[in-house]
């Protein structure tokens, strides 16, 4: 019997209770047929004084296990604000080889989720145990705040990676703008085709139905769908829905502020359907009743909620973020610019005069036989095997 090898998933953000960073889990259940995989965040704990410091040496942790049965440690750094960043780096450092000697004696492989807050602390661990990582790009990538000492360190991240994954080729493209010509590969996402697929799917009522998925934030863009929507409103005589989930999204209760914003647009026929939090179940639910699916995001990498509107053959239409122009073409939706929601506003139209044909079968075909666990796991698995075979 093949003996598993063991993976380390290190993760920029995952909060089981409040259903941040599913896709973490969801990917890491996908590879426990070959390998052990475990899961661990470092999570600053920001220290006001010196004297706080000093003289506490624990590593403070917890463990629990995700929905899938995944482990996940939760590690909790000090971080001291009147160190300055050199100094809080070095202590960084001790602090993630501490945790990893005492919890992890057994890895062969590290996966880092982004470069900050995942890549830093493979490479940490790489410097002194020479355990071989890899890394996925998920994030924004940007320079904005770090310090020279920090981006010298991410060009030692990137150089010592076994392989350097993206999730679109956009953000290939930051890299380079940033100045990192390494060679890149695009991995892209992974959908949950158990929960995300046309099973199930409603046959179309008579009304109408919009949804959107999102975090309430400027970065999300959601005045965008808004100011489409307000022009729509005036052009239609019969009522159409408008659903918004996971407004709240970051665990940060937006509801007043959003109910205000909604209350501004003072919709005629347009009822708005506002849900802050659902569960995987309840979004696939959602997905499978909409005609429609809008997206308004400033920047991404490549946006797991368009993948998953596509995979219940949603059309979607979107601004060009990032990512979206790899999975969006004619057949399955429009990609608009940032700033022309009236053209949202004009797709939105024509598909409620049925003026254009949606396939919901091929769409979601297409967007599988790309982005379903069997593809995406294949490559992955690929990967790891290239590096410990």
Same mark, same amino acid.
């Given at each position: 019997?093949?003996?598993?090898?063991?993976?380390?998933?290190?993760?920029?953000?995952?909060?089981?209770?409040k259903?941040?960073?599913?896709?973490?889990?969801?990917?890491?259940?996908?590879?426990?047929?070959?390998?052990?995989?475990?899961?661990?965040?470092?999570?600053r704990?920001?220290?006001?004084?010196?004297?706080?410091?000093?003289?506490?040496?624990?590593?403070?942790?917890?463990?629990?296990?995700?929905p899938?049965n995944?482990?996940?440690v939760?590690?909790?750094?000090?971080?001291?604000?009147?160190?300055?960043?050199?100094?809080?780096?070095?202590?960084?450092?001790?602090?993630?080889?501490?945790?990893?000697n005492?919890?992890?004696?057994?890895?062969?492989?590290?996966?880092?989720?982004?470069?900050?807050?995942a890549? =830093?602390e493979?490479?940490? =661990?790489?410097?002194?145990?020479?355990?071989?990582?890899?890394?996925?790009?998920?994030?924004?990538?940007?320079?904005?705040h770090?310090?020279i000492?920090?981006?010298?360190?991410?060009?030692?991240?990137?150089e010592?990676?076994?392989?350097?994954?993206?999730?679109?080729?956009?953000?290939?493209?930051?890299?380079?703008?940033?100045?990192?010509?390494?060679n890149?590969?695009?991995?892209?996402n992974?959908?949950?085709?158990?929960?995300?697929?046309?099973n *199930?799917?409603?046959?179309?009522?008579?009304?109408?139905?919009l949804?959107?998925i *999102?975090?309430?934030?400027?970065?999300k863009?959601?005045?965008?769908?808004?100011?489409?929507?307000?022009?729509?409103?005036?052009?239609?005589?019969?009522?159409?829905?408008?659903?918004?989930?996971?407004?709240?999204?970051? *665990? =940060?209760?937006?509801?007043?502020?959003? @109910? @205000?914003?909604?209350?501004?647009?003072?919709?005629?026929n347009?009822i708005? @359907?506002?849900?802050?939090?659902?569960?995987?179940?309840?979004?696939?639910?959602?997905?499978?009743?909409?005609?429609?699916?809008?997206?308004?995001?400033?920047?991404?990498?490549?946006?797991v909620?368009?993948?998953?509107?596509?995979?219940?053959?949603?059309?979607?239409?979107?601004?060009?973020?990032?990512?979206v122009?790899?999975v969006?073409?004619?057949?399955? *939706?429009?990609?608009?610019?940032?700033?022309?929601?009236?053209?949202?506003?004009?797709?939105?139209?024509?598909?409620?005069?049925?003026?254009?044909?949606?396939?919901?079968?091929?769409?979601s075909?297409?967007?599988?036989?790309?982005?379903?666990?069997?593809?995406?796991?294949?490559?992955?698995?690929?990967?790891?095997?290239?590096?410990?075979?």
């Open positions: 019997m093949k003996v598993k090898k063991n993976i380390l998933f290190i993760c920029w953000s995952i909060n089981v209770e259903g941040i960073g599913t896709f973490f889990w969801e990917q890491a259940g996908l590879l426990k047929d070959d390998f052990n995989v475990r899961l661990c965040v470092f999570k704990n920001v220290i006001g004084r010196k004297k706080h410091y000093f003289g506490n040496n624990n590593i403070v942790y917890s463990k629990e296990f995700t899938n995944i482990e996940l939760t590690f909790q750094y000090p971080y001291v604000e009147k160190f300055s960043k050199s100094r809080n780096l070095e202590i960084y450092n001790n602090f993630v080889i501490r945790s990893f005492e919890l992890y004696n057994n890895i062969d492989l590290i996966h880092a989720q982004c470069v900050f807050n890549g =830093i493979a490479f940490f =661990i790489y410097n002194k145990f020479n355990i071989p990582y890899v890394l996925t790009e998920h994030n924004q990538f940007s320079l904005r770090k310090s000492e920090e981006q010298q360190l991410v060009h030692k991240v990137l010592k990676s076994k392989e350097i994954l993206v999730v679109s080729d956009d953000k290939t493209r930051q890299f380079i703008a940033n100045g990192f010509f390494y890149f590969y695009n991995v892209g992974s959908v949950n085709s158990t929960l995300f697929n046309t *199930g799917k409603e046959m179309k009522g008579e009304v109408f139905k949804i959107t *999102g975090a309430y934030h400027p970065i863009n959601q005045k965008f769908i808004l100011n489409a929507l307000k022009l729509v409103d005036e052009k239609i005589s019969d009522q159409i829905v408008f659903t918004w989930i996971g407004f709240s999204g970051w *665990g =940060i209760d937006k509801k007043n502020e959003v @109910e @205000e914003l909604i209350n501004t647009y003072n919709f005629k347009i708005v @359907e506002l849900e802050p939090k659902l569960n995987r179940e309840q979004v696939s639910i959602k997905l499978k009743q909409a005609d429609l699916f809008l997206f308004s995001s400033l920047s991404e990498g490549m946006p909620s368009v993948l998953e509107a596509l995979a219940c053959g949603i059309p979607v239409c979107s601004t060009n973020c990032g990512g122009d790899e969006i073409n004619s057949n399955n *939706g429009l990609i608009v610019k940032i700033k022309e929601y009236e053209n949202m506003a004009n797709y939105i139209m024509k598909l409620i005069n049925k003026e254009i044909e949606i396939d919901d079968n091929k769409i075909e297409e967007l599988l036989s790309k982005f379903g666990e069997k593809s995406f796991n294949d490559r992955i698995v690929s990967i790891y095997n290239n590096i410990l075979n």
